[in-house]
């Protein structure tokens, strides 16, 4: 992330000038994501999802339960984050983005509900706004890896045709900096830095003003550099 030096400017989040639908402020990537409250920062925000090697499925039905605390709040949170997951696994993305959105209007610190409800728009091909949400996320800290994102999903190939419909959008989308940014994001997911580094550079080169991009194309060089 780009650090303290930079200003927070998220390319991809547009208010509709004319929508008579109020945005929602912990929705309203315009902004970064707020830091924890220092009560919220000793307690446990919603636990990313863990991946049981011992158990046949990838994701088990019943998820161990949130260390316990007495916070409303974040109980609270960690309430509709389960059934999120639960709704998402079930393939009911809507849903799925709809109860992770109640969850972060309580808890609106926690970059993990946020990065999921990313997720629920990327599956449902909402591809702006998926990465308007990602932008705010990856400028918070990085992102998930290939094993959070296999718990998430009942098989992997679910998965794999949801990247793939995105890499059909990127190639008929070429000029698209929003597209070509969420579609870096997945390739760190599973891994392929290479395929990652270019999609940014194509960010980078739509929007040469992009900071974040800018950033995390030469962490992941200098990261490749230093694993030859």
Known sequence: MPGNTYVFNNPFFVLAQ???????EALNYSNPIP????????????PEPELDEEADEALPTTDPPPPPTDNSTVNEANEKFDAARKAFYNGDYAKAQELVEQG?????SDATLHEFRA??????????EAAATLYAVLWAGPGWNKDTMT???PDWNTYTQQLRALES???AHPDEAYAHF???YHYLVVGSMDQAIAQLKEVIRLDPKDQLSASLVKALTQ??????
């Open 182 to 184: 969420l579609l870096a």
């Open 119 to 128: 997720l629920t728009l990327f599956a449902q091909k909402k591809y702006k």
């Open 35 to 46: 830091p924890p409250t220092g009560d919220e920062a000793t307690d446990a925000f919603p």
């Open 104 to 108: 972060i209007q309580v808890l609106p």
């Open 151 to 153: 718990t998430l999903y």
């Open 223 to 228: 990261h490749e550099n230093d694993s030859q």
């Open 18 to 24: 004319n929508s008579t639908t109020a945005v929602p």
């Open 169 to 171: 959008y990127v190639k």
